[in-house]
């Protein structure tokens, strides 16, 4: 009788652990005790956008179970892309719902989780003055996002190309229907919907670069550990996997490289 008691209690404690949050013991260290301020951008759909009034797209998603594993609740601010990793520096925000190229420069400024994607760019341009390839563009004019990684990896692979830069993809696009600018290159999944939205448009050649990740500062190992065991979970438990197809253009597949990041985590059909 006593021995069942006693292995009752043990089955107890065990189950409550299984069931508690993924985040350590310890109190993280936020802006505001058990909540994760979360600096999110209003436009860059299907990644984080604004709908109906509310944060939504494939990294506030994430960042929504990543938070929920760690036992906190969320709220989220907007933010320029620019403006991102020096506010997540300074402790404007805790993190941020963006996979952020992750480049020597960056992580002279900020720490960064495990990866939660790796960079595919595309380029898009006008079907009446179209740029198949990045080499086309010599001597040419494309849009990318002020802040962007893909400036400094542009002039990296195409140094003949001139840039321009642009607060948004809203404005890149206008001014490349317009005629301002003969090509854009940003992310596939963002090009795939400027294609879609505007039928003059036609999306080309694809780069892919380095890992995308999540930032947090510098001085918080603790919530930085959290957000990587939290992201862990959700790959290995298939809530990655259902929210990138959700979110991404039917045929687009995770990079094989997240499947060496997160051994076990489970292939969608085709991959």
Known sequence: MVWTRIFAAWALVLAACLQAPVAGAG????????????????????????QDGKPTGFMVQLMNTVASRMGLKVTYV????????PAVRNHQYDTAAF????????????????????????LVSRKNAPLATLEDAAGKTVAITTGS???PLLQKIAP????????????????????????????NATAARVAA???ELTATQTVESDANAIPVARDRP????????????????????????????????????MFADYPGMPRPAGQ
């Open 27 to 50: 109190p993280l260290e936020l802006n505001s005790p058990g909540v994760l301020k979360v600096a999110y951008r209003t436009d860059d759909k299907p990644v984080s956008f604004l």
């Open 78 to 85: 907007s933010t320029t892309f620019a403006a991102m990793l």
């Open 99 to 122: 996979g952020v190229l992750v480049t020597p420069q960056r992580e002279a400024v900020v720490n960064f989780t495990t990866p939660v994607g790796y960079g595919q760019a595309q």
């Open 149 to 151: 990684a893909l400036i």
């Open 160 to 187: 003949k190309v001139s840039i321009k830069e642009f607060p948004n993809i809203a404005s890149s696009t206008n001014a490349l229907v317009a005629g301002q600018v003969d090509g854009l290159f940003t992310g």
């Open 197 to 199: 939205q505007h039928p």
């Open 222 to 257: 603790e919530l930085l550990a959290a957000m990587d065991k939290a992201l862990a979970a959700a790959m290995a438990d298939g809530t990655y996997s259902r929210l990138f197809a959700k979110w991404n253009p039917p045929g687009m597949r995770i990079p094989q490289r």
